[in-house]
């Protein structure tokens, strides 16, 4: 699958490399607006295999892989907040232009699926321990929301959750 960005400026792709190498663990939104680049931008530069794109197209197979991992961690990062959500991701249904997801768990509501550019999943260290997540991104270059495997009480990643996220992510990467 041909990434989006792949056409990124050597200028935009020097500004990223640069921020990204003064903290290879950190936030990819925090150091994207150092940069002045976009949090896809900063996805494509990781290391080989840490970001691994598919289509738009298969955002209802993802998401529907995705409700059999147990309670997950769905976060939707915007300049004015991180609002953590823990739960299952209930099933969902398309109706009037939306992705309407419902169930028993406190994560609901409605998506733009339309509005997903791509679905990326991320495989790289955060404040330095393992961080696997898939993120939904817009056309913007930004994510619409991520899932985060969990941690249990040690701070580790579940591993029945992990050994899932592996399973889809190599799925699309051999495409």
């Known amino acids: 699958m041909m990434n989006a960005v792949s056409d990124i400026t050597p200028d935009r792709r020097e500004r990223a490399s640069a921020a990204l190498a003064e903290k290879p663990d950190g936030v990819v939104e925090a150091i994207a607006a150092k ?6 931008e900063i996805l ?8 691994v794109i598919a289509g738009k197209e298969h955002f209802l197979d993802i998401w529907a892989e995705m409700t059999g ?10 300049d004015d907040i991180v609002l953590e959500a ?3 991701l209930p099933g969902g249904s398309e109706a009037h232009g939306w992705f309407n997801i419902h169930g028993d768990s406190p994560i609901g509501g ?4 339309d509005n997903c550019a791509s679905v990326t999943f991320v495989d790289r260290a ?6 696997c997540s898939v993120w939904f991104m817009n056309e913007k270059g930004s994510a ?11 701070r580790e990643l ?9 399973a889809l992510r190599d799925r699309y990467a051999a495409l």
């Open 35 to 40: 940069a002045d680049v976009t949090p896809a």
């Open 44 to 51: 494509e530069i990781l290391p080989k295999g840490a970001a």
């Open 69 to 78: 991992w147990g309670e997950v961690l769905f976060i939707v990062h915007t």
């Open 86 to 88: 823990e739960g299952s």
């Open 110 to 113: 409605h998506i733009r699926k």
């Open 126 to 131: 955060f404040h330095g321990r393992r961080s």
């Open 144 to 154: 619409m929301f991520k899932v985060f495997v969990r941690r249990d009480e040690n």
């Open 158 to 166: 579940i591993a029945e959750q992990l050994v899932k996220f592996e």
